[in-house]
C-alpha cells in the first residue's frame, strides 16, 4: 500500500502559473460589490416609500379623524338613506342584474384560466 | 472581512485551491480553474459570515469542494471518462507524463468523496480532522474514504 501512497506523494498535480487568476477573481469582486450597491439602493429608496406610506397614511387619517369631529353627522339617517336608494335602484333596473353577474363569471373564467406567463 | 484582506488571503491559497480542484477535475486545468473562480466569488459574497471558528483555508476548500459537486451534478449526464492526458507539466520526461496521465485516469475513475479524501490527505498534506470539516463528514468516515481510496489506486495504477 505504501508505494501507492509514495507514487501519490511524488506525483502531486501541477498547477501552471497564471498571473491573471487574482486579476479575473478581483475583476469578479468588483462586479459583486457593483451588484451589493444596487441592492442597498433598491433597497434603501424601498425603505423611503415605505416611510412615505406611512407618513401618508398617518397624514390622511389624522385629517380624516378631524373632519368627523369637527362635521359630525346623523349616521344612521344617512346609511338609511343610501340603502332605501339602493334598493330603489335595484327595483327599477332588476331586468339588467343579470349582466353584471355575466360580466363577472366571464372575467373570473378568464382571470382563473388564463396560463401563466413564461418568464 | 475587507476585499484587501479576502485577495490577500486568496493569494496565499490560490495555488492549493487550483490544485485540489485540479486533482478532483481529473487534470481538466481550464474547468478546475473555472470552478476556483465560481467558489471565489460565493467565498467572497460569504465573507461576512466567515465568523474565524476554523482556518480561512479550510472555509475557502469546504465552499470550493461544494462548488465542485454542484458542477458534478449539473454535468452528470455529459460526464466521459478521460481519454487522454490533460495539463500535463510541460517539458518533462515522457515518463513523468506517462505517470501524470496514469494518476489523471485513476482519479476520474474514483468515487467523489474518495477523491477529494485522498487529494486533500496526499495532495495537500491536510490532518484527518481538517479533511472532515471541508468534507463535511465524521473523521472515522474520512479514514474509510482513504481506505477505500487507496484500495481502489491500486488497482488503477500500474507501479
Not at chain 1, 61 to 76: S, W
Request: charged share 25%; glycine share 6%.
Amino acid at each position: 500500500m505504501s508505494s501507492v501512497e509514495d507514487f501519490l506523494r511524488e506525483n502531486k498535480p501541477q498547477v501552471k502559473e497564471d498571473p491573471t487568476f487574482i486579476l479575473e477573481a478581483q475583476r469578479r469582486m468588483v462586479q459583486v460589490e457593483g451588484i451589493k450597491a444596487e441592492v442597498d439602493r433598491q433597497r434603501s429608496r424601498g425603505r423611503v416609500a415605505l416611510i412615505i406610506a406611512l407618513c401618508g397614511g398617518l397624514a390622511i387619517g389624522v385629517f380624516a379623524t378631524a373632519i368627523t369631529f369637527l362635521y359630525p353627522i346623523d349616521a344612521q339617517s344617512s346609511a338609511e338613506g343610501l340603502l332605501r336608494a339602493a334598493r330603489l335602484y335595484l327595483q327599477d333596473y332588476r331586468q339588467y342584474l343579470p349582466m353584471p353577474v355575466a360580466i363577472l363569471a366571464i372575467t373570473l373564467a378568464v382571470v382563473l384560466f388564463k396560463r401563466p406567463a413564461r418568464i | 472581512m475587507t476585499q484587501e484582506r479576502f485577495i490577500s488571503e486568496v493569494r496565499q491559497q490560490q495555488e492549493p485551491l487550483r490544485r485540489f480542484l485540479l486533482a478532483l477535475c481529473a487534470g481538466d486545468g481550464a474547468l478546475a480553474d473555472d470552478i476556483a473562480q465560481d467558489a471565489l466569488v460565493r467565498a467572497y459574497v460569504a465573507s461576512g459570515s466567515f465568523l474565524g471558528l476554523s482556518k480561512f483555508s479550510t472555509w475557502l476548500f469546504r465552499i470550493a469542494y461544494n462548488c465542485y459537486i454542484d458542477h458534478c451534478r449539473k454535468a452528470r449526464p455529459e460526464k466521459a471518462p478521460v481519454e487522454e492526458a490533460r495539463n500535463l507539466p510541460g517539458g518533462d520526461s515522457s515518463d513523468k507524463s506517462f505517470r501524470y496521465q496514469q494518476l489523471y485516469l485513476a482519479l476520474d475513475r474514483l468515487p467523489e468523496k474518495e477523491k477529494a479524501a485522498i487529494a486533500l490527505f496526499y495532495f495537500e498534506d491536510r490532518s484527518i480532522k481538517e479533511i472532515s470539516s471541508i468534507l463535511d463528514m465524521p473523521q472515522g468516515t474520512v479514514k474509510y474514504q482513504l481506505s477505500m481510496g487507496r484500495q481502489h489506486l491500486k488497482q488503477y495504477i500500474q507501479l
